[in-house]
């Protein structure tokens, strides 16, 4: 009578049987209402009555199964029935309140009866008898498993999508925005419906709970009650329970195990992970379609996805509530697999395919699916986990890139594991997969030569990381890689292959692509870091070189290289160099974040670690490396000094400099290390307030004193003098100018330290009068010259001069003078300057004659050689350039001299400075040197490789500082020390024109490009091109007439085009025909020899792949089977951009095509057929390259001449056929060496696109193996291959939902290990994976066959889609 009592307050006795039919009749698709009176009563049923109802139902549950299968069930439904109650009527009754909460707007009270209800009904099914008394309907059930989600709060939408990422899965193509279905818009305006109710805490709880009872509920039914025969049920609670794992965050770990109290169990999250374990119970039907189906499920919340009903499935955000269900499911399938051992493992083996196939490119991702790849794999047995490994190495190879990128991943987190014992492996030919070694060098090493960029980068990442691995084999086999020293027996191949992988290595650093030239870089620091390759300075060098990177990235990259390198060999001298080199010209670079970085690391290693110092103190590892760092800067690096300077300018704005660092400085420079000392003194010194000048000055006094002084020292010794000279009183001035003076009449410093002394002496005699300051400098520099042109005159107005001369004294006196003069312009005479012109001809007897009176020049046309070594002619260019820059009248003079030197001399070192000077002198007097340009240019073309770089150095320096502007010849001059013969000269010349001089004037090299083709072929017909003056000999000099040259011609056609602007290159179009064809078609240019030349040339250049324009002859969007790694929206909007732009483009280009070029073409043509003139067949070489893009509107163009339009179709019908042809004889060249099978160790290369794969809903993914026959195809039927495979592609689309044809998954999968003969299939009439045997008769599978058993796949169906019909019309 209990139960009765409960069953009140559903006023079951009231409802009509009418009413009851209904519903019934309705299938419980729709909520029939109720009379207005029971409406309302029911309506006010609170949460009490049904958990009343609920415990009374639970408790004659729970007596049935404790007494057995009598008695209890019949007194249930005995009960009833003698009660009047109608089962039919309690079934409908429950089912208007499960229907209630599927409205629109339903209420708390409403969300909790439902759920309530919907618990009672699976409570009444999970009695026996349920079934004879009619209480089961599969529409209702499910109704009841939905609640879970429709009676929970939905996100609004909005929020919603901020959940879900997208999906990248798109293969580089965009797809277009999928049709909303009608269910699915109405489900959107539900939930906007939702947005305006408001849930409170309290609210929220309630339904939480009432969910909990639910799913309470569905595990006491499915303990006891069978799905076996309902198999859409079944599917239904896989997926629901599925759902259920993103319920609540879970508290703790989660225990699994096949017996456990349901009422114990607290969260969702683990209620349903109880659940799924349930349904894979034998009672529910074949075990291994239930963990089919589980893993199926599972697969989609390890890869952080959601999967709706219909598409592709999309990205969850990874947050910790994801990351944390993920993980369960994890544990949840090791738990099932140590469960169910034998029967889940080729399951798992096809879980495990599953996660790497359907894996996305987001590193996060990856990341996390690989670790769920780790510890899947760590549940197999070596057997097992040997076909795993061997199946990986096959998708490792796939022609899908990110499957490849994936791959990487995988083999990183097994490396972590321990190696597997091949004595563990049951199968001999399966033990090599096994160990670290065969992950190394046949998976991942093999990587670092793979076609996509993405995964040459992340491979070589991974190999750098493989030697901080605990594994030894893994660190030995990276040993083998790359030192043949390893092995205990060295084998010559070894030592070869050794070294062909480390120069693959290099060369990888200096890629095209920045990301490789990253990975590379981190690769190289591994090996050296770990002493696999040697320290030696190539090696080091390149590392250097990167941090002059045109990419920002690469050259942060590099600056952490070489600073991880220092970290690890702190002691090794050329670690130290290679450091220098890459981080102190750093500090000048143009991008502000590479100066900071090099500025932060030069501070850390230099700066922090000088501390006070003395005699008993002992330097400790970062201190002797600061010092040793400082010693090469002021010995073997005195090259860096320029940069290191401008970072103590930087670090003085910052007041870097504080008194106790000057302090702890100044107390080194008593130690061994004191040069180091002095150079930061000499950099600091000027922008510190005050220094102690006792002990600089006690130094000082050492060094005039001492007869065994380093140079580098005593010229930072002299800087920090004239430093600290405003702090000095006159009596200790005019002591230090006197000790100096002193020094320099002496004539046997070296050359640096003259320069140093002479500034020095300027410094001490500064003075903030300006008269006072030159009197002072006319006093002692005078001097200086006066004892120089003394020592001049004795020598050059002696006669047998050269014999017993110090060649050494000579030069020393020629550079004191240039110094000394330029502080004292009053004090050079004219005997002095005639005395060093006499350095450089023979005028030692004029001079003679008239000592006493001079005259103010002497005829000079060109210097002429004397008895005076080269050496010293040298210096004396040298002096004569300082002494003219301080009286024009001198420039004049000597200019014309300087340049007929240039021109007729043959000392390298004279005709070197003579350059330099002439370059210094354009800096003041720009107007007088400009006519001079073309002589210093004309030294691009100079025997002398030396002259031709200090040439290329110093224009390049005045077109930066716009002295000289691009004018006349100059360009084109350049242009030509681009095909210099000595390579490095030539790269500099590219160096210096992309990056240093392009960036000043975009428009450069468009505006020069037509007259280059002039230029270069010595064509001066034209009216307005190459009408510059130039000399006979110089036009002889810069020539590249000739199919000698045509070559070298070319080459800057294409250097130039390829850094040409889209814009330029159609404008660049539009001139060409106006300028050139429209010539020759108007006959204003002869078809002469010269001219057909000029014609034929243009047609050619016109042909270039680089005139083409980037906008439609790049692919839109990003390569195919590439994607942007993290940037897929923005990957995404660029590809729109990208395809919208190719579209107006091409519109453009083709109306200018038909209007401005074809009459132009036509008009040629007709010309030439009348002058029989060769340069026809150029002119239809080049319809054919342009007409590829239109051939199926080639008379569209040409109606103008039908003949043309014909000869046109023609020509581009007999080039397709010989491509086809020269494909076809390739393909049966290679046919025989197809067969041999290629070494089982060896290296696999990188993909090749594979046969399409039909595509299915979800298959089982198979990678298909490399084909070595195709491996071994140009690349220009590697194209055309491609582009053929991909109209089949995009044609069997229309197969999609294909249902698989009969007996197409009968043999056994490959992934399955042997003994195991199931069909291993996810569901959505999707494909098997087939062994290597193969299969009989037509099936819709993924074939993967060996390089042995090449065999055609299955035949392509030419089926067409209504749907893509309809949208062709």
């Given at each position: 009578?209990?139960?009765?009592?409960?069953?009140?307050?559903?006023?079951?006795?009231?409802?009509?049987e009418?009413?009851?039919?209904?519903?019934?009749?309705?299938?419980f698709?729709e909520?029939k209402p109720l009379?207005?009176?029971?409406?309302?009563?029911?309506?006010?049923?609170?949460?009490?009555?049904?958990?009343a109802?609920?415990?009374?139902?639970?408790?004659?549950?729970?007596?049935?199964?404790?007494?057995g299968?009598?008695?209890?069930?019949?007194?249930?439904?005995?009960?009833?029935?003698?009660?009047?109650?109608s089962?039919?009527?309690?079934?409908?009754?429950?089912?208007?309140?499960?229907?209630?909460?599927?409205?629109?707007?339903?209420?708390?009270?409403?969300r909790?009866?439902?759920?309530?209800a919907?618990?009672?009904?699976?409570?009444?099914?999970?009695?026996?008898?349920?079934?004879?008394?009619?209480?089961f309907?599969?529409?209702?059930?499910?109704?009841?498993l939905?609640?879970?989600?429709?009676?929970?709060?939905?996100?609004?939408?909005?929020?919603?999508?901020?959940?879900?990422?997208?999906?990248?899965?798109?293969?580089?193509?965009?797809?277009k925005?999928?049709?909303k279905?009608?269910?699915?818009?109405?489900?959107?305006?539900?939930?906007?419906?939702?947005?305006?109710?408001?849930?409170?805490?309290?609210?929220?709880?309630?339904?939480?709970?009432?969910?909990?009872?639910?799913?309470?509920?569905?595990?006491?039914?499915?303990?006891?009650?069978?799905?076996?025969?309902r198999?859409?049920?079944?599917?239904?609670?896989?997926?629901?329970?599925?759902?259920?794992?993103?319920?609540?965050?879970?508290?703790?770990?989660?225990?699994?195990?096949?017996?456990?109290?349901?009422?114990?169990?607290?969260?969702?999250?683990?209620?349903a992970?109880?659940?799924?374990?349930?349904?894979?119970?034998?009672?529910?039907g074949?075990?291994?379609?239930?963990?089919?189906r589980v893993?199926?499920?599972?697969?989609y919340?390890?890869?952080?996805?959601?999967?709706?009903?219909?598409?592709?499935?999309?990205?969850?955000?990874?947050?910790?509530?994801?990351?944390?269900?993920?993980n369960?499911?994890?544990?949840?399938?090791?738990?099932?697999?140590?469960?169910?051992?034998?029967?889940?493992?080729p399951?798992?083996?096809?879980?495990?395919?599953?996660?790497?196939?359907?894996?996305?490119e987001?590193?996060?991702?990856?990341?996390?699916?690989?670790?769920?790849?780790?510890?899947?794999?760590?549940?197999?047995?070596?057997?097992?986990?040997?076909?795993?490994?061997?199946?990986?190495?096959?998708?490792?190879?796939?022609?899908?890139?990110?499957?490849?990128?994936?791959?990487?991943?995988?083999?990183?987190?097994?490396?972590?594991q321990?190696e597997?014992?091949?004595?563990?492996?049951?199968?001999?030919?399966?033990?090599?997969?096994?160990?670290?070694?065969?992950?190394?060098?046949?998976?991942?090493?093999?990587?670092?030569?793979?076609?996509?960029p993405t995964?040459?980068?992340?491979?070589?990442?991974c190999?750098?990381?493989c030697?901080?691995?605990?594994?030894?084999?893994?660190?030995?086999?990276i040993?083998?890689?790359?030192?043949?020293?390893?092995?205990q027996?060295?084998l010559?191949?070894?030592?070869?292959e050794?070294?062909?992988?480390?120069?693959?290595?290099?060369?990888?650093?200096?890629d095209?692509?920045?990301n490789?030239?990253?990975?590379?870089?981190?690769?190289?620091v591994?090996?050296?870091?770990?002493?696999?390759?040697?320290?030696?300075w190539e090696?080091?060098?390149?590392?250097?070189?990167?941090?002059?990177?045109?990419?920002?990235?690469?050259?942060?990259?590099?600056?952490?290289?070489v600073?991880?390198?220092?970290?690890?060999?702190?002691?090794?001298?050329?670690?130290?160099?290679?450091?220098l080199?890459?981080?102190?010209?750093?500090?000048?670079?143009?991008e502000n974040?590479?100066?900071d970085?090099?500025?932060?690391?030069?501070?850390?290693?230099?700066?922090?670690?000088?501390?006070?110092?003395?005699?008993?103190?002992?330097?400790?590892?970062?201190?002797r490396?600061?010092?040793?760092?400082?010693?090469?800067?002021?010995?073997?690096?005195q090259?860096?000094?320029?940069?290191?300077?401008?970072?103590?300018?930087?670090?003085?704005?910052?007041?870097?400099?504080?008194?106790?660092?000057?302090?702890?400085?100044?107390?080194?420079?008593?130690?061994?290390?004191?040069?180091?000392a002095?150079?930061?003194?000499?950099?600091?010194?000027?922008?510190?307030?005050?220094?102690?000048?006792?002990?600089?000055?006690?130094?000082?006094?050492t060094m005039i004193?001492?007869?065994?002084?380093?140079?580098?020292?005593?010229?930072?010794?002299?800087?920090?003098?004239?430093?600290?000279?405003?702090?000095?009183?006159?009596?200790?001035?005019?002591?230090?100018?006197?000790?100096?003076?002193?020094?320099?009449?002496?004539?046997?410093?070296?050359?640096?330290?003259?320069?140093?002394?002479?500034?020095?002496?300027?410094q001490?005699?500064?003075s903030?009068?300006?008269?006072?300051?030159?009197?002072?400098?006319?006093?002692?520099?005078?001097?200086?010259?006066?004892?120089?042109?003394?020592?001049?005159?004795?020598?050059?107005?002696?006669?047998n001069?050269?014999?017993?001369?110090?060649?050494?004294?000579?030069?020393k006196?020629?550079?004191?003078?240039?110094?000394?003069?330029?502080?004292?312009?009053?004090?050079?005479?004219?005997?002095?300057?005639?005395?060093?012109?006499?350095?450089?001809?023979?005028?030692?007897?004029?001079l003679?004659e008239?000592?006493?009176?001079?005259?103010?020049?002497?005829?000079?046309?060109q210097?002429?050689?004397?008895?005076?070594?080269?050496?010293?002619?040298?210096?004396?260019?040298?002096?004569?350039?300082?002494?003219?820059l301080?009286h024009e009248?001198?420039?004049?003079?000597?200019?014309?001299?300087f340049?007929?030197?240039?021109e007729?001399?043959?000392?390298?070192s004279v005709?070197?400075n003579?350059?330099?000077i002439?370059?210094?002198?354009?800096?003041?007097?720009?107007?007088?040197?400009?006519h001079?340009?073309?002589?210093?240019?004309?030294?691009?073309?100079?025997?002398?490789?030396?002259?031709?770089?200090q040439?290329?150095?110093?224009?390049?320096?005045?077109l930066?500082?716009?002295?000289?502007?691009?004018?006349?010849?100059?360009?084109?001059?350049?242009?030509?020390?681009?095909?210099?013969?000595?390579?490095?000269?030539?790269?500099?010349?590219?160096?210096?024109?992309?990056?240093l001089?392009?960036?000043?004037?975009?428009?450069?090299?468009?505006?020069?490009f037509?007259?280059?083709?002039?230029?270069?072929?010595?064509?001066?017909?034209h009216?307005?091109?190459?009408?510059?003056?130039?000399?006979?000999?110089?036009?002889?000099?810069?020539?590249l007439?000739?199919?000698q040259?045509?070559?070298?011609?070319f080459?800057i056609y294409r250097?130039?085009?390829e850094h040409?602007t889209?814009?330029q290159r159609?404008?660049?179009?539009?001139?060409?025909?106006q300028?050139?064809?429209a010539?020759?078609?108007?006959?204003?240019?002869p078809?002469?020899?010269?001219?057909?030349?000029?014609?034929?040339?243009?047609?050619?250049?016109?042909?270039?792949?680089?005139?083409?324009l980037?906008?439609?002859?790049?692919?839109?969007?990003v390569?195919?089977?590439e994607?942007?790694?993290?940037?897929?929206?923005?990957?995404?909007?660029?590809?729109?951009?990208?395809?919208?732009?190719?579209?107006?483009?091409?519109?453009?280009?083709?109306?200018?095509?038909?209007?401005?070029?074809?009459?132009?073409?036509?008009?040629?043509?007709?010309?030439?057929?009348?002058k029989?003139?060769p340069?026809l067949?150029?002119l239809?070489s080049?319809?054919?390259?342009?007409?590829q893009d239109?051939?199926?509107?080639?008379?569209?163009?040409?109606s103008?001449?039908?003949?043309?339009?014909?000869?046109?179709?023609?020509?581009?019908k007999?080039?397709?056929?010989?491509?086809?042809?020269?494909?076809?004889?390739?393909?049966?060249?290679?046919a025989?060496?197809?067969?041999?099978?290629?070494?089982?160790?060896?290296?696999?290369?990188?993909?090749?696109?594979?046969?399409?794969?039909?595509?299915?809903?979800?298959?089982?993914?198979?990678?298909?193996?490399?084909n070595?026959?195709?491996?071994?195809?140009?690349?220009?039927?590697?194209?055309?291959?491609?582009?053929?495979?991909?109209?089949?592609?995009?044609?069997?689309?229309?197969?999609?939902?294909?249902?698989?044809?009969?007996?197409?998954?009968?043999?056994?999968?490959?992934?399955?290990?042997?003994g195991?003969?199931?069909?291993?299939?996810?569901?959505?009439?999707?494909?098997?994976?087939?062994?290597?045997?193969?299969?009989?008769?037509?099936?819709?599978?993924?074939?993967?066959?060996?390089s042995?058993?090449?065999?055609?796949?299955?035949?392509?169906?030419?089926?067409?889609?209504?749907l893509?019909?309809?949208?062709?019309?």
């Amino acid at each position: 009578m209990e139960l009765i009592s409960a069953l009140q307050f559903l006023r079951l006795n009231d409802v009509t049987e009418a009413w009851v039919d209904t519903v019934w009749d309705l299938e419980f698709t729709e909520r029939k209402p109720l009379d207005d009176a029971i409406e309302e009563e029911l309506t006010a049923s609170d949460e009490k009555s049904f958990r009343a109802l609920y415990q009374c139902l639970l408790a004659h549950a729970d007596d049935h199964q404790s007494v057995g299968s009598d008695g209890a069930s019949q007194s249930i439904w005995v009960v009833l029935g003698e009660s009047g109650t109608s089962v039919k009527s309690l079934v409908a009754v429950l089912s208007s309140f499960i229907l209630a909460a599927k409205s629109k707007g339903a209420n708390v009270h409403q969300r909790v009866n439902s759920l309530s209800a919907a618990s009672l009904y699976l409570l009444l099914l999970r009695i026996p008898g349920s079934i004879g008394n009619k209480v089961f309907h599969e529409v209702l059930l499910d109704t009841c498993l939905d609640l879970t989600s429709h009676c929970w709060p939905q996100d609004s939408g909005k929020k919603r999508k901020k959940d879900i990422l997208k999906s990248s899965q798109s293969e580089g193509k965009r797809s277009k925005p999928q049709r909303k279905d009608t269910a699915e818009m109405e489900v959107d305006e539900e939930e906007e419906e939702e947005e305006e109710l408001h849930f409170s805490g309290r609210d929220l709880m309630r339904i939480r709970d009432a969910v909990a009872l639910l799913v309470q509920s569905l595990l006491r039914l499915i303990q006891i009650f069978p799905l076996k025969d309902r198999p859409q049920s079944m599917i239904h609670c896989v997926q629901v329970l599925s759902k259920l794992l993103y319920f609540e965050p879970t508290i703790g770990g989660l225990i699994f195990a096949a017996e456990q109290d349901i009422t114990k169990l607290r969260s969702i999250p683990e209620m349903a992970f109880h659940g799924l374990q349930l349904l894979c119970l034998p009672k529910h039907g074949d075990q291994k379609e239930s963990l089919r189906r589980v893993f199926h499920q599972l697969l989609y919340v390890i890869l952080m996805m959601k999967k709706g009903n219909r598409g592709k499935p999309s990205l969850l955000v990874p947050s910790q509530t994801i990351l944390t269900t993920r993980n369960q499911a994890v544990q949840f399938v090791c738990h099932l697999v140590d469960e169910l051992k034998e029967l889940a493992l080729p399951f798992l083996q096809i879980l495990l395919q599953h996660i790497c196939f359907q894996m996305v490119e987001k590193s996060e991702f990856r990341s996390h699916g690989a670790q769920a790849v780790g510890m899947l794999t760590s549940q197999m047995a070596s057997t097992d986990y040997a076909y795993f490994i061997k199946w990986l190495s096959n998708f490792s190879r796939h022609s899908k890139m990110v499957h490849r990128l994936f791959s990487v991943d995988v083999v990183m987190v097994l490396l972590e594991q321990p190696e597997r014992r091949p004595e563990e492996c049951q199968d001999p030919d399966l033990v090599c997969f096994l160990t670290h070694k065969f992950l190394i060098q046949n998976l991942l090493f093999a990587r670092r030569m793979d076609e996509s960029p993405t995964v040459q980068g992340h491979a070589l990442n991974c190999l750098a990381q493989c030697l901080e691995l605990p594994s030894l084999n893994a660190t030995k086999a990276i040993h083998n890689l790359f030192s043949a020293s390893g092995t205990q027996t060295v084998l010559e191949g070894e030592i070869t292959e050794a070294r062909e992988n480390v120069a693959l290595l290099l060369r990888h650093v200096k890629d095209s692509k920045t990301n490789v030239r990253k990975a590379a870089l981190q690769a190289m620091v591994g090996l050296l870091k770990h002493d696999v390759i040697p320290m030696t300075w190539e090696n080091l060098e390149t590392l250097s070189e990167r941090c002059r990177d045109p990419a920002v990235s690469v050259k942060k990259k590099a600056l952490q290289c070489v600073g991880e390198l220092l970290s690890a060999k702190p002691e090794c001298s050329v670690v130290q160099k290679a450091w220098l080199q890459g981080v102190v010209p750093a500090v000048v670079d143009p991008e502000n974040s590479v100066q900071d970085k090099a500025l932060e690391a030069l501070d850390l290693v230099l700066l922090n670690q000088i501390k006070p110092y003395s005699v008993n103190c002992h330097l400790d590892a970062s201190q002797r490396l600061t010092w040793n760092l400082l010693s090469l800067l002021c010995h073997e690096c005195q090259n860096l000094s320029r940069y290191f300077s401008r970072a103590f300018t930087i670090w003085s704005k910052q007041k870097k400099f504080t008194p106790v660092f000057i302090t702890s400085l100044i107390s080194h420079t008593e130690a061994d290390h004191a040069a180091g000392a002095w150079l930061l003194l000499s950099k600091v010194a000027a922008s510190s307030p005050k220094l102690p000048c006792g002990k600089i000055l006690d130094a000082w006094d050492t060094m005039i004193s001492s007869k065994d002084v380093n140079v580098t020292t005593c010229c930072h010794i002299l800087c920090v003098m004239g430093d600290i000279a405003r702090h000095l009183n006159e009596e200790t001035k005019d002591r230090v100018v006197g000790d100096l003076m002193s020094w320099l009449k002496t004539f046997t410093l070296p050359l640096e330290m003259i320069s140093s002394a002479v500034e020095t002496l300027y410094q001490l005699g500064c003075s903030e009068d300006m008269k006072q300051t030159q009197a002072f400098l006319n006093q002692h520099c005078g001097e200086l010259v006066l004892m120089c042109e003394s020592y001049l005159a004795s020598i050059i107005l002696t006669e047998n001069r050269a014999q017993d001369l110090d060649e050494e004294l000579m030069v020393k006196h020629l550079h004191t003078l240039g110094v000394a003069s330029l502080q004292c312009p009053a004090k050079v005479s004219k005997r002095t300057v005639l005395l060093v012109e006499s350095v450089l001809t023979t005028h030692s007897d004029k001079l003679a004659e008239c000592q006493k009176e001079l005259p103010g020049s002497l005829p000079l046309s060109q210097f002429k050689a004397n008895s005076l070594p080269t050496r010293v002619r040298a210096h004396g260019v040298i002096t004569l350039g300082k002494l003219s820059l301080l009286h024009e009248e001198l420039v004049q003079k000597y200019l014309p001299v300087f340049a007929r030197e240039l021109e007729l001399g043959t000392e390298v070192s004279v005709r070197n400075n003579i350059i330099v000077i002439m370059c210094d002198l354009c800096v003041r007097y720009t107007n007088i040197v400009d006519h001079y340009i073309p002589n210093i240019s004309a030294c691009l073309r100079d025997s002398e490789p030396v002259i031709r770089q200090q040439t290329l150095i110093m224009l390049t320096n005045l077109l930066q500082e716009e002295f000289v502007k691009w004018k006349g010849s100059l360009f084109f001059r350049f242009m030509v020390a681009l095909v210099d013969p000595v390579p490095a000269i030539a790269s500099l010349t590219e160096y210096c024109l992309l990056h240093l001089l392009l960036k000043k004037n975009p428009e450069m090299f468009s505006q020069h490009f037509i007259e280059c083709i002039f230029h270069f072929n010595s064509y001066s017909k034209h009216k307005s091109y190459n009408k510059f003056p130039q000399s006979e000999r110089e036009k002889v000099q810069f020539s590249l007439k000739g199919e000698q040259h045509r070559e070298k011609r070319f080459r800057i056609y294409r250097f130039l085009l390829e850094h040409f602007t889209d814009a330029q290159r159609f404008n660049i179009t539009n001139k060409i025909n106006q300028t050139i064809l429209a010539c020759f078609a108007d006959e204003e240019l002869p078809l002469d020899a010269d001219g057909s030349g000029i014609l034929s040339e243009t047609f050619s250049i016109l042909s270039l792949k680089e005139m083409k324009l980037h906008a439609i002859s790049s692919s839109a969007g990003v390569a195919a089977g590439e994607e942007a790694e993290e940037e897929n929206m923005a990957a995404m909007a660029k590809a729109v951009l990208q395809a919208a732009q190719k579209k107006v483009v091409s519109q453009v280009q083709k109306k200018t095509f038909i209007e401005n070029t074809v009459p132009l073409i036509i008009s040629l043509k007709n010309l030439l057929e009348q002058k029989h003139s060769p340069v026809l067949g150029n002119l239809m070489s080049y319809l054919q390259v342009t007409m590829q893009d239109y051939r199926n509107e080639v008379k569209e163009f040409f109606s103008g001449d039908e003949q043309l339009a014909s000869e046109i179709e023609f020509v581009l019908k007999t080039a397709e056929k010989e491509r086809e042809m020269l494909e076809q004889m390739n393909t049966c060249s290679l046919a025989g060496d197809a067969k041999t099978p290629k070494a089982q160790g060896s290296v696999q290369g990188s993909p090749v696109r594979s046969r399409p794969l039909l595509p299915f809903n979800f298959a089982t993914p198979q990678p298909p193996r490399l084909n070595f026959q195709a491996a071994r195809l140009s690349l220009t039927d590697r194209v055309h291959r491609s582009r053929r495979e991909e109209d089949v592609q995009s044609k069997s689309i229309t197969l999609e939902g294909t249902v698989m044809v009969k007996g197409a998954v009968k043999d056994r999968a490959i992934s399955t290990p042997k003994g195991f003969n199931i069909n291993l299939t996810f569901d959505e009439g999707v494909s098997a994976i087939l062994s290597d045997q193969g299969t009989s008769g037509e099936s819709s599978v993924l074939h993967v066959r060996s390089s042995e058993q090449q065999a055609p796949g299955p035949r392509l169906w030419n089926v067409q889609s209504p749907l893509r019909l309809r949208k062709r019309i």
